[in-house]
Every structure is written in structure tokens, then in C-alpha cells.
């Protein structure tokens, strides 16, 4: 027997007991819809079939390079940053897609009319940035709508050395929550990039009263409680 009429044959197995069970009681099918909801991440923590703490963020991050920039994810190239409670949204960065082509790709999913940018080119625009791995790398955040380091400039983070989100990390991670959710990044504040542009300003992403999503800058040392920083995790 090969291996697909084995598991067609084990498969068929399973559907007369599964059925033979809900006849007795012993499974119901309000138990059977919950399972069918689990995520896959869950499933895997239930049953201990896989260690893999990314294991569900990485389907996801695969789903999304490839729909919107038709790319594949080798995650044996990657060096993963460590899961925790609090650091638990994983993205990827790739050296040779630019900040232009991620708000391009945003622009033409959500509409044009619904994106605006100070610069002509975000990717031009930047003077200095924090440093980051010369190639393709992974990192990850809190997430979440609003900053987890609110109240702090551009300098702040900075001076106290805290790693926190580029554009390019922050136009990703923007983007696909926003595909994922629905739901815009910095609806009440707004989120300051660890970059200057050329007039020596600190770049910002934020949701405008009107709803669009926008790329802009302003002063470097400027606070506001609403507004702050985004701490990101490179390596574990």
C-alpha cells in the first residue's frame, strides 16, 4: 500500500470513529467546532507536536511577503529573536525592499487617496538611522495599535539606547497589521522611527484625522504622552 491510499485508508478510519463517537456522547459538535477554530500555534501547544514558539506568525509573515511582494521565506537563513509574553509579533526585514516599495504595496492595497507622504522618496529621504544587520533579518515587537514606549522623543531613545523601530520596520509591521486586523497602527498618537531625515528631523508614522495613513517627521527632542517609540528585538 502507498502512502496516500494509507492515509486515505487511516483517514477513513477516523471519520467512522469520530462519527461513532458524537453517536455516544462521547465527542459533541460544539467540541469539534471549537477545535476547528484553534489556530495553528494552539493546536501545536495542545497536542506538544512542534516546539516552534514562531510557528504561527511565521505562516502568516509567509502568507503576506508572498500575496503582496511575491516572495518566498528561507527561515533557516534567519536568526529568530526569543518569544516572550510581551515581545510576541515577529516580522522579517529584507535588505533590497525598500521603504518605497512597502508604501507602494500598502497604497495599492488600501487606495492611494488613503496614504500620503511628506517625501517623494521615504527611502531617499533618510540622512542616518539606526544601525541594523547588513542583510536580511528577523525581528519582533509588542505590536499593538499605540506605541509601547509612550511619551518619548527620538533623542530619548537614543540617549538611553533602546533599539527601536526604523521606517522600513515600522511601514512592515503597519502593513500587515493592518491586513491582518483591519486596524490602523497610531490611531490616537503617533510613532517616531530611530531615523533623521535630511533637515535633521525625526521620521513618524500616524493615522490622520481622516483616517490615512501617513509618513512624515518632526522636531527630535519633541514629546507628547500619546506619542513614543516602538522597541523592537533583533537577535536572541
Known sequence: ?????????????????????????????????????????????????NTDPWLSEKRKIEKFYKKFFN????????SLPKKTDRMNRLEVSFADLTEDQIFSAYAKKIGENSVWKYYESISKAI????????????????????????????????????????????????????????????????????ALDGGGDAMFMFRDGSGRFIISSDFRDFRNPQCGLRQVVLLS
Open 1 to 49: 500500500m502507498n502512502k496516500i491510499n494509507a492515509e486515505t485508508a487511516k483517514l477513513a478510519g477516523l471519520q467512522i470513529d469520530l462519527l461513532e463517537k458524537l453517536r455516544e456522547g462521547l465527542v459533541t459538535l460544539e467540541q469539534l467546532e471549537k477545535f476547528n477554530l484553534l489556530s495553528l500555534e494552539e493546536r501545536e501547544r495542545i497536542f506538544g507536536s
Open 71 to 78: 516572495r518566498t521565506i528561507d527561515w533557516s537563513v534567519f
Open 127 to 194: 540622512e542616518s538611522q539606526q544601525e541594523r544587520p547588513a542583510g536580511d533579518y528577523a525581528f519582533c515587537h509588542v505590536g499593538g495599535e499605540e506605541p509601547d514606549l509612550l511619551g518619548k522623543s527620538y533623542d530619548d531613545g537614543i540617549e538611553a539606547v533602546t533599539t527601536f523601530m526604523v521606517p522600513k520596520e515600522g511601514l512592515v509591521a503597519a502593513f500587515r497589521f493592518r491586513v491582518e486586523t483591519g486596524k490602523m497602527y497610531d490611531v490616537v498618537g503617533l510613532t517616531r522611527f530611530a
